[in-house]
């Protein structure tokens, strides 16, 4: 996705270790206008397909997934990762987080995640995969089916994209995917 590379080439900024700061857009102040044109992107990339609602991760999933189910007119269901005294019917999974090298928990409620869904999952960011691997978790324990994944930018230089893509059931689309980040700048894939 042309417009996004160009602003994340001109807003984002790279750092050694593989870390991407998009804060001024997309991970602390959100642009709305970008966020409508990647909901509209994902439109393209699976508007062809039956999702009944859309699932995603607090915190930084909420925008887009929002704006996307804007645009189909669906339900967006938001994963919690922490788990509110006051929620019945809860199901819980676990997530290994490579970068705060910790597991924690995340949960949604049953009655948002049932046998009659199906689901795509949208989020920022594509790493090792394993919050995308925690809410596929959740949803099959629902009962409901995950058809598609979609990512804003995906760092094609960590594992998560080949660890989806194992799944042939699910359509896994990233808007960017980012080959290298270092002090010096960032490297796109060529697609
Ligand atoms: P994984 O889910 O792909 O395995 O991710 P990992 O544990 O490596 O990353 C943990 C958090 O860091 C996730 O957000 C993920 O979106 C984010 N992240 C990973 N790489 C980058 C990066 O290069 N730049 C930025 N800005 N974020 C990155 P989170 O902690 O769950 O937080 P939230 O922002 O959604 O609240
Ligand atoms: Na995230
Ligand atoms: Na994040």
């Known amino acids: ?9 001109k807003d984002g900024k790279s750092f050694d270790g593989g870390i991407l700061k998009v ?3 997309i991970n602390h102040q959100i642009d709305p ?4 044109s990647v909901a509209m ?7 062809n397909l039956p ?23 669906i339900p967006v269901v938001f994963v919690k990762k922490a788990a509110p005294k006051t929620m019945e019917n809860m199901l819980v999974s676990s997530v290994y987080s490579y970068t705060k090298d910790r597991t924690y928990a995340i949960c949604v409620s049953a009655d948002f995640v049932t046998p009659a869904d199906t689901f795509l999952f949208i989020d920022d960011f594509l790493a090792n995969g ?18 598609g994944m979609g990512f804003i930018i995906e760092k ?4 998560g994209g080949a660890l989806l893509r ?12 980012v080959k290298k980040l270092s002090n010096d700048g960032i490297e796109f894939e060529e697609d």
């Open 130 to 147: 394993n919050a995308a691997l925690g809410v596929e978790d959740l949803v099959t324990q629902g009962g409901a089916k995950l058809l």
């Open 23 to 25: 804060d001024s857009f």
């Open 1 to 9: 996705m042309k417009k996004l590379k160009e602003r994340i080439l």
């Open 33 to 36: 206008v970008l966020i409508k």
């Open 156 to 159: 094609s230089f960590q594992k």
């Open 41 to 47: 992107e994902f439109v393209r990339r699976f508007g």
């Open 51 to 73: 999702f009944t609602k859309i699932i995603t991760i607090e915190a930084s999933g909420i925008a887009p997934a929002t704006m996307l189910g804007y645009l189909l007119e």
């Open 166 to 177: 194992e799944m042939q059931h699910i359509q896994i689309e990233s808007l960017v995917r």
